[in-house]
């Protein structure tokens, strides 16, 4: 039995949800889904250029799931460049810093103050919005 896959803290939830190739398609195959933990090692290895170390630490995960993690981030990745495909960024097994929420009319991320309620978006003023939990 294989054992369960350890939880990732993510710092800051991603500010998209994918991206789509733009000029040539290769073909309407299925989007490539990226966790949200592996753009967490991403955004934390590549642009924010910490060691695997460090941000292994970062996520609370250890060093060798991290680089498992990253891996297969940096494959899906090149997949999606060189192929042409869309790239789709949720799900995961992941617990966000703070209180994270995500409007579901405009699709916006925020957060809040710690002891405050957040009752709209701060952007499109709308009430329908969801805590975000890993």
């Known amino acids: 039995m294989a054992r369960p896959r350890q939880i990732s803290r993510v710092q800051i939830p991603p500010r ?20 949200i933990e592996e753009y967490e090692a991403i955004r934390l290895l590549d642009y924010e250029g910490l060691s695997q170390e460090g941000a292994a630490k970062i996520m609370q ?5 991290l680089t498992r993690i990253y ?16 790239l789709i960024i949720e799900g995961g097994n992941v617990l966000f ?3 994270w929420y995500e409007c579901e009319k405009c699709n916006s991320t925020f957060n809040s103050p ?14 329908n919005i969801q805590h975000k939990e890993g």
């Not at 995960?61 to 799931?65: K, L, M, Y």
């Not at 709209?120 to 009430?127: E, M, W, Y």
């Open 16 to 35: 998209v949800k994918g991206f789509i190739p733009v000029g040539y398609y290769k073909d309407q195959s299925e989007p490539v889904q990226l966790n």
């Open 97 to 99: 810093n703070g209180n």
């Open 71 to 86: 891996e297969r981030a940096r494959k899906k990745v090149a997949t999606v460049l060189t192929e042409a495909q869309q």
């Open 114 to 127: 710690a002891e405050s309620t957040v009752k709209t978006c701060p952007l499109c003023g709308s009430g």
């Open 61 to 65: 995960i250890s060093r060798p799931t």
